[in-house]
């Protein structure tokens, strides 16, 4: 649920990042509180076990400047990945504006990914929210594995895994070394925000 | 949902928080909405990052709500967390929306439970004719 505040000119939405276990949702948000200026972020909150897992989600708050007259301020939160923690999953989709979906590059996390995305799906339709209608940006993880031992699964499969009937723009990234975290990053906000004026600035002002 | 605020909304709604926080003697208010969104704030929240307290109080009342579940109750309709120097209390207006109220040693929890009782009922109300307007827009 986007708040808009003509008065002071705002606009915020609430962008959530969904994904298997141990996908590196956390990693994405860490870096990007890490390389930017304290003066457009707010702080880094976690909740999280002793293990580093996470347990209800982590949040960061970020300014992204102006779009017209509006102050455009996004509020970026991850789920935990874990199944047995749905309850908390749903809890934070409450009013969610953009998803950004980060899988698991790792061949054995295939069918993690694929169940993630579904749960996801289901999660949202709880919330009144459709899979296919919210902005929704998919990215492959860990693409910093090719080349190693371990074996990783190639962007056409987790394409036709995956995206194939979404069709939401994908980045691939590597969230631990900063690549792709904010092409994702920007491409969600355009999305989430162009949907939001489009729903919303444009009653707003009749 | 989506919410939009009019100038005249948000006066009301500092109008009814200045109000509450001069009669208890709570230092600072914010409301925010279910989802984490910080709405409006009143008082003095300088030192404190109130964005992050939002998302975190959303998912405190989130969490609270499943504990009442659980319970067998709809849900609780207020907290309290009572610290050395510093108290929160949170009440829930409506389905959407709650309210944060500091507060610490210069007041009590009597008085402040007692105004915020009665601003609850005018956000409530408040609210009410936005959530209307906007559904009717």
Redesign the interface.
């Known amino acids: 649920m986007a708040f808009i505040n003509f008065s002071s000119g705002e606009i915020q939405c609430k962008i959530i990042y969904y994904g298997p276990g141990l996908g590196g949702k956390t990693t994405n948000l860490r870096y990007i509180y890490d390389t930017t200026n304290d003066n457009i972020r707010g702080q880094l909150v976690s909740i999280d076990t002793k293990g580093d897992r996470t347990l209800f989600f982590d949040f960061l708050s970020l300014d992204l400047g102006k779009i017209r007259d509006y102050t455009i301020r996004v509020q970026l939160y991850t789920v935990p990945g874990q199944v047995h923690y749905d309850a908390t999953r749903k809890l934070v989709l409450r009013g969610a504006d953009g998803i950004v979906f980060v899988a698991d590059s790792m061949r054995v996390q295939r069918e993690k990914n694929i169940e993630s995305l579904e749960n996801m799906a289901i999660n949202l339709k709880e919330k009144g929210l459709d899979i296919t209608k919210i902005p929704l940006v998919v990215q492959y993880n860990k693409r910093d594995l090719e080349g190693s031992n371990i074996p990783v699964l190639t962007i056409d499969e987790m394409e036709r895994d995956l995206n194939a009937h979404l069709k939401a723009p994908f980045f691939t990234a590597s969230a631990l070394k900063g690549d792709g975290v904010f092409g994702t990053l920007r491409e969600i906000s355009k999305l989430t925000v162009r949907d939001v004026s489009r729903k919303v600035l444009a009653k707003g002002q009749q | ?7 005249q ?2 006066v009301r709604i500092e109008k009814s928080l200045d109000t509450m926080l001069s009669s208890s003697g709570a230092h600072c208010a914010l409301l925010i ?7 409006s704030s009143s008082g003095d929240p300088s030192t404190l ?1 109130v ?2 307290l939002s ?2 109080t ?2 405190n009342f ?2 609270t709500s ?1 504990i009442a579940r659980l319970l067998g109750e709809d849900e609780f309709a207020l907290l309290f967390h009572k610290g050395k120097n510093e108290n929160v209390h949170f009440s829930k207006i409506g389905t959407e929306f709650i309210m944060v109220t500091l507060f610490d040693d210069r007041t009590t929890l009597g008085l402040v439970r007692l105004r915020t009782e009665k601003v609850v009922h005018e956000l409530r109300t408040i609210f009410t004719e936005i959530i209307e307007r906007n559904k009717g ?1």
């Open positions: 949902m989506n919410i939009i605020l009019s100038d909304d948000i909405d279910r989802s984490g969104q910080l709405i990052d964005i992050a998302a975190l959303a998912a989130g969490a499943e827009e």
